[in-house]
C-alpha cells in the first residue's frame, strides 16, 4: 500500500459529464479512505466518442468505449479506469482485470418525454408516437409492447440527447436511469420502465474500476468501493452475455440480483422488430451465479434465442 501513495494516483477517464462524474465518485470514495493518496484524472477520447454519425449497431460492438482507455492502462499512462459496467466487454484484454464493481444504482430504464409532449408512460403514447434511443435492446423491447411506435435512432452523451430531443418532432427519449439520476436530471423523468417491460443492458447501474491483473496492492486498494452483492449478481450477467456472444448489435435483456441470499436473473433475448422475445429466468446460490447466467443463456437459445440471432448476423453480413 506505502507504494501507491509514493506519487499520485492516475485514473482514466471519457471526457463527457456523466463519465467524469463517475470517475470523480470513485476519487472521492478512494480519498476519504485514503486523504494521503494524491489521485489524477486523465481524459481519454474513445471509438464510440468520436463517431457519433453512425448507430452504435453499424460500427460494432467490442470496446467502441473503453479500448483506448485500456491501451492506456496496458501502456501504464494510468493506473486504473472507470467505466460504466455495461460498456465493458465480457472477454478483457490479457493483462487487465475487474477490480472493483460498486453497488449497483437502479437498474431501470427511463422515459422521458418531450416538455410539449408530456406524457407520464409509454402507455399513454399516441398511436405512431416517435421515441428515439441508440439501443436494439430498447428498440426490441419498445415495439414488443407497443408495435406502433416509431423508433428513431440516437446518439451522443446524456446532454446532447436531451438537446435533441427538446429540438425535434419526437415525442420521447429512453435512456438508463442510473446516468438521468446521477447528474441530477430526476425530475425530467417521466416513467421508470417497469422490468416486465423492459429488462436492462448487462451490469447497467454498476460502475467498474478495471486494473492491471499485476497491480495486487490497487485491488487490495479498491475493497473500499467495491460491493459483493452487485459484483456476483453481474457476473451472472456476464456469463449470461459471453455465452450468447452478444453486444450492441443484439437486443439482450438480463438482470440478476440477490434477494434473501439467492441470486436471481432474468434473462431476454428479442428479434430487431420485438415481434419475438424469448424471456425465461433462473435462481440458485450467489456462488453459482456465472453457471446459472450460462445455463439461462443455454435454455433461452433451446427456446428459440438461436434462430433470433442467426436471423440478426445474418442480416448484419448482408
Not at 57 to 63: A, L, R
Not at 129 to 148: E, F, I, M, N, Y
Not at 253 to 264: L, M, P, W
Not at 299 to 305: A, D, F, P, T, V
Request: contains cysteine; charged residues 30%.
Amino acid at each position: 500500500m506505502k507504494e501507491l501513495m509514493t506519487k499520485p494516483l492516475r485514473i482514466g477517464t471519457r471526457g463527457s459529464d456523466l463519465a467524469l462524474w463517475q470517475s470523480n465518485h470513485i476519487k472521492a470514495r478512494l480519498s476519504q479512505a485514503f486523504p494521503d493518496l494524491a489521485i489524477e484524472l486523465l481524459i481519454i477520447k474513445t471509438t464510440g466518442d468520436r463517431i457519433l454519425d453512425s448507430p452504435l449497431s453499424k460500427i460494432g460492438d467490442k470496446g467502441l468505449f473503453t479500448k483506448e482507455i485500456e491501451h492506456a492502462l496496458l501502456s501504464h499512462e494510468i493506473d486504473l479506469a472507470v467505466h460504466s459496467l455495461k460498456d465493458l466487454p465480457t472477454k478483457l484484454p490479457e493483462g487487465l482485470v475487474i477490480g472493483a464493481i460498486t453497488e449497483r444504482e437502479d437498474v431501470r430504464d427511463v422515459f422521458i418525454a418531450h416538455p410539449s409532449k408530456p406524457v407520464q408512460s409509454i402507455k399513454e403514447l399516441p398511436q405512431g408516437a416517435k421515441v428515439a434511443t441508440g439501443s436494439l435492446r430498447r428498440r426490441c423491447q419498445l415495439l414488443h409492447v407497443r408495435p406502433d411506435l416509431e423508433i428513431v435512432d440516437l446518439r451522443g452523451n446524456l446532454n446532447t440527447r436531451l438537446h435533441k430531443l427538446e429540438q425535434s418532432d419526437w415525442n420521447g427519449i429512453v435512456l438508463a436511469g442510473a446516468g438521468v439520476r446521477r447528474l441530477g436530471w430526476t425530475d425530467r423523468i417521466a416513467e421508470e420502465i417497469p422490468l416486465d417491460v423492459m429488462l436492462p443492458a448487462v451490469g447497467q447501474g454498476a460502475l467498474a474500476v478495471e486494473i492491471r491483473d499485476a497491480d495486487a496492492p490497487l485491488r487490495d486498494l479498491l475493497k473500499v468501493v467495491h460491493h459483493d452483492a452487485t459484483a456476483a449478481a453481474t457476473r451472472g450477467e456476464r456469463a449470461f452475455l459471453r455465452h450468447l456472444e452478444g453486444g450492441c448489435q443484439i437486443p439482450i435483456g438480463t438482470y440478476g440480483r440477490i434477494e434473501e441470499s439467492r441470486f436471481k436473473m432474468d434473462g431476454l433475448i428479442g428479434s430487431l422488430d420485438g415481434h419475438r422475445v424469448v424471456r425465461g429466468s433462473v435462481s440458485g446460490v450467489p456462488a453459482e451465479a456465472e453457471a446459472l447466467g450460462t445455463g439461462l443463456a443455454k435454455e433461452l437459445l433451446e427456446r428459440g434465442g438461436r434462430e433470433i440471432l442467426e436471423e440478426i448476423r445474418k442480416g448484419d453480413e448482408e
